[in-house]
């Protein structure tokens, strides 16, 4: 079985940082496309960052320049390294997998397996 477990999430001020890990158990992450999704108040879920088998990144304009998507294969862990945080960021972040390559899915597209989120407060 495919499992991804979140942990990482807090409260900041605003302009604070936080480091988001999602560790893996039933696939390895070398051959997986991988990403970061989050779900605000009253929106839906929005692709933030996306990193695939060579470590490609694509990261959503909101919050590109300050995210950072990372992965460590050897211990099947996915990071999400947020600096310069807004109270915009505000929200529950999710790890998750595809079983195809990112090149064959449309940006933050085609997600198969998903964690059960991890809360991020930013505060003013």
């Known amino acids: 079985q495919v499992q991804l477990v979140e942990s990482g999430g807090g409260s900041v001020q605003a302009g604070g940082s936080l480091r988001l890990s999602c560790a893996a158990s039933g696939f390895t992450y070398s051959r997986r496309c991988m990403g970061w999704f989050r779900q605000a108040p009253g929106k839906e879920r929005e692709g933030v960052a996306r990193?695939?088998?060579?470590?490609?990144?694509l990261y959503a304009d909101s919050v590109k320049g300050r995210f950072t998507i990372s992965k460590d294969n050897a211990k099947n862990t996915l990071y999400l390294q947020m600096k310069g945080l807004k109270p915009e960021d505000t929200a529950m972040y999710y790890c998750?997998?595809?079983?195809?390559?990112?090149?064959?899915?449309?940006?933050?597209?085609?997600?198969?397996?998903w964690g059960k989120g991890t809360l991020v407060t930013i505060s003013s």
């Open positions: 998750a997998a595809a079983g195809r390559r990112c090149l064959a899915l449309a940006p933050f597209g085609g997600m198969d397996y």
């Open positions: 990193i695939n088998s060579d470590g490609d990144t």
